[in-house]
């Protein structure tokens, strides 16, 4: 009657090991079948990510600091409106000088220079050259924080995703466990295999408190790219797969990167330098009028004696000596050719980055779907591995490493998840 109850218990903690196990191969098997179909969720999680993204541009002080150059910069358009300053001048004679209608007494005397016709445009056209590429420099500075925030948010995803899937198996430890105790009681097993079973588990609660630490650290960055609290609340997807098709992306794209329009819009501004430059090679008109009172004379009474002189004068100064314009002329000329050398540099080096992440994404695909594969034949192995338990031939060793193998495979799947949409988000950088 004995042997009759502990074979009941041991086929009851098997059933229940198998119903266990057969429910996580049912859930495996169905996100298997999703993937093969397509039937992917993954416009939530784009919407909550691309509200990160917002609230981050939003809040962001770097991006503050960059809108507050470029405000600077478009205030100096309106700097650049102003002609030289009026120049006042007034003098006594000591001495007066006498003339035919009097005594000049004193000499007031009023000039305002004016540059050459179109200097003022061209000084504003440059001032608003340079305020473009400020603002460059804005959707370049809100591109690397979509990517600092994309990134942070999807290894926050594989972080606890890794935890989830240690859990299961810890839960499936415990089975395991639950049933090495029957074995050892009917001979069929040692302690050691219980041990092996509770260091196992052991293992596993260190690797999730672990994670737990890098959860936090990667929730602190991610918080501080949005500029809240450290400790605020953070929401990840549950699940996330990798689509089975991926949109088209080409290089056409990169041409619109702004860290290559910043080198069109700084060789634009460079190229209004140049214009600003001649104009101000230009002469410069200048007008003015001089007041001269004079004192009536008392020893005669000439015509107009003791008339005031009005006296208008137009000048120009002209640049003789512009040797400094021709030298600002062969900077110019240098500092474009350097222009074009630095945006083929950069480009040279985007799209090796960007033939790197799409290469990366290919490769994460192929090990998705690789791991997945593994996953079932270890599940399958395992569901051999139990069924053997009821002819009493189970070997603990043998569950053991299945299990670790399917931890192995899981973990794999979820780096190689993560892997993908990491370099989805440098593609996006890129060319989107």
Do not use: C, H
């Not at 001048?89 to 007031?108: K, L, N």
């Not at 004079?294 to 208008?312: C, H, Q, W, Y």
Request: proline fraction near 3%.
């Amino acid at each position: 009657m004995k042997k009759t109850l502990i074979f009941l218990s041991l086929l009851f903690v098997s059933a229940e090991v198998y119903a266990d196990r057969s429910r996580s191969v049912k859930a495996r098997l169905n996100a298997f079948l999703i993937l093969m179909i397509g039937l992917f969720s993954i416009g939530g999680q784009a919407q909550q990510l691309q509200a990160y993204i917002d609230e981050a541009q939003s809040n962001n002080p770097e991006i503050q600091a960059f809108e507050l150059r470029y405000n600077r910069a478009e205030e100096k358009v309106n700097e650049a409106d102003w002609i030289p300053n009026t120049e006042i001048s007034a003098g006594y004679f000591v001495s007066t000088p006498e003339t035919r209608t009097g005594a000049q007494q004193a000499r007031i005397g009023v000039k305002q220079m004016l540059p050459w016709f179109g200097t003022i445009t061209a000084r504003e056209n440059y001032a608003t050259s340079m305020a473009d590429a400020e603002y460059v420099e804005i959707s370049i500075a809100k591109r690397t924080l979509a990517l600092s925030v994309s990134q942070s948010y999807y290894r926050l995803y594989a972080i606890r995703a890794k935890q989830e899937v240690l859990e299961e198996n810890i839960q499936l430890l415990n089975t395991y466990e639950r049933l090495a105790l029957t074995s050892v009681e009917v001979g069929k097993a040692s302690a050691v295999d219980v041990l092996r079973l509770q260091i196992r588990q052991n293992e596993m609660q260190q690797k999730i408190e672990v994670l737990e630490e890098e959860y936090s650290a990667e929730q602190t960055v991610l918080n501080n790219l949005l500029n809240k609290e450290k400790n605020a609340l953070i929401t990840i997807p549950t699940e996330m797969n990798i689509p089975e098709i991926d949109s088209i992306n080409t290089l056409d794209g990169l041409a619109l990167n702004p860290e290559l329009l910043k080198y069109d819009k700084l060789y634009e501004s460079v190229a209004k330098s140049e214009l600003l430059n001649q104009r101000e090679g230009l002469p410069m008109i200048g007008f003015g009028v001089d007041y001269l009172p004079v004192s009536e004379r008392t020893d005669a009474f000439p015509s107009d004696n003791g008339k005031d002189i009005l006296m208008p004068m137009v000048s120009v100064s002209i640049p003789i000596f512009n040797n400094r314009y021709k030298s600002i002329s062969k900077q110019n000329e240098l500092r474009q050719q350097e222009i074009n050398l630095q945006k083929d540099e950069r480009l040279n080096a985007l799209e090796s980055v960007f033939a790197k992440a799409v290469s990366q994404r290919n490769q994460s695909r192929i090990a998705y779907n690789t791991q997945a594969k593994n996953l079932k034949q270890a599940i399958y192995a395992e569901q051999i591995l139990i069924k053997n338990y009821e002819t009493g031939t189970i070997d603990f060793n043998d569950v053991l490493d299945i299990q670790e193998l399917q931890l192995k495979f899981q973990i794999n799947q979820i780096e190689a998840i993560n892997n993908y949409y990491l370099q989805s988000a440098i593609v996006n950088y890129l060319i989107n």
